[in-house]
């Protein structure tokens, strides 16, 4: 019989773990549903630019009611139609905890505060210099890989992201009949 207790007990103290484990998961979806986190956005939104034209891509960030300590960026994108150059950080995150990589329309870069103050706020947390390649479109869209670090939250704490769609066109209109001028 006190076999059979101890067995009660432990399937019991068992119960309450799972409970109060999906209670916290539960408290976490209502968190994220609240959209009580960080927003990652790239802007422009939209830009159409001829073909071998640069222009810069702006990553901004609204913490919310987040401190934030670092960002892990992954991007991708198509590498037929735009080329990204070269990233600049912002004052607001210029430590770079992992340098920018681009791998077959693929880019990731990792940012931190400057210690021991974290960000919070909204501002630009850096930019992309990006050359029109093709006369086609590519859209520039945050992976799921993408994590924002904030105090006090143990997950990630993303909210949302918004890319960029880019369009590239040719330099001007061809006509259909090419007429010889006279010497």
């Known amino acids: ?3 059979m207790y101890v067995f009660v007990a432990l399937i019991l103290m068992g119960g309450m773990a799972v409970g109060l484990v999906a209670l916290n998961s539960s408290q976490d979806m209502r968190s994220r549903a609240s959209n009580n986190g ?8 939209t830009k159409t630019l001829k073909v071998g034209e640069t ?4 990553l901004t960030m609204n913490t919310g009611a987040d401190a934030v300590s670092a960002v892990e960026i992954h991007l ?6 735009i080329q990204i150059i070269s990233f600049n950080p912002a004052s607001r995150f210029p430590v770079i905890l992992v340098p920018e990589t681009h791998i077959n329309g693929a880019i990731a870069v990792t940012l931190a505060a400057k210690p021991p103050i974290p960000f919070k706020g909204t501002g630009i947390v850096g930019t992309w210099t990006v050359k029109i390649l093709a006369a086609k479109q590519s859209s520039i869209s945050f992976t799921s890989a ?15 992201t918004s890319g960029s ?3 590239g066109t040719s330099g001007g209109s061809v006509p259909s009949t090419l007429t010889p001028t006279p010497r």
Do not use: E
């Open 146 to 160: 993408t994590q924002v670090a904030a105090l006090r939250k143990k997950t990630n704490a993303l909210a949302s």
């Open 1 to 3: 019989p006190s076999l």
């Open 38 to 45: 960080t927003i990652l956005t790239l802007s422009p939104a």
């Open 165 to 167: 769609t880019i369009t």
């Open 55 to 58: 222009f810069t891509v702006g």
């Open 76 to 81: 991708s994108y198509d590498p037929t139609a």
